[in-house]
């Protein structure tokens, strides 16, 4: 709880200035959603992009489907 004397700290500070700025600029973008997912070090060496992820992802679905094992 806060007393009269105790000041009151500014939520955005004078050098923010966001006057020439776009409003909803990126609404779509996130209207649509993301998925952000963090790849350990040694899985990110081997993955270069999401595409390639996606990839090995989608092969693992399909052989999991088929029933098949999955070596470990």
Known sequence: MKTKNQKHEPEML???DFTAGTRGKYVDRFEKGS???VLSPDVAEVFNDSESVNEALRTL???TRQGGKIPV
Do not use: A, F, H
């Open 61 to 63: 679905i399909k052989i």
């Open 35 to 37: 998925n952000i997912v």
């Open 14 to 16: 004078p050098e923010y």
